[in-house]
Nanobody
């Protein structure tokens, strides 16, 4: 079992920045990749990006150049730095990790981009 806890989020104006963090605990040695998804009201959950144990990072096209994912293996955390935020980025953001056999989710944190 892996337990994920997000922190950060909140309300920010368009063009602003926000940072999210996710701490993993439990059977973390089985984790193959960590990352973020988001779900806007009335829409399906979508991938934001993830980082593999190898260090390779993949982003959704909609956030490339604006969002940065980083992982601190010593602290078992994955972070999401979001810059130049747009109203379309408003969503609940979920931390996610994938082990050999299971996908785990955090409880989600709200990000609202509005003036």
């Amino acid at each position: 079992q892996v337990h994920l806890v997000e922190s950060g989020g909140g309300l920010v104006q368009p063009g602003g920045s926000l940072s999210l963090s996710c701490a993993a605990s439990g059977s973390i040695f089985n984790i193959e990749r960590m990352g973020w998804y988001r779900q806007a009201p009335g829409k399906e959950r979508e991938l934001v990006g993830f980082v593999y144990n190898s260090g390779r990072i993949s982003y959704a096209e909609s956030v490339k150049g604006r969002f940065t994912i980083s992982r601190d293996n010593a602290k078992n955390t994955v972070n999401l730095q979001m810059n130049n935020l747009k109203p379309g980025d408003t969503a609940v953001y979920y931390c996610n990790c994938l082990t050999v056999s299971t996908m785990y989710w955090g409880q989600g944190t709200q990000v609202t981009v509005s003036s």
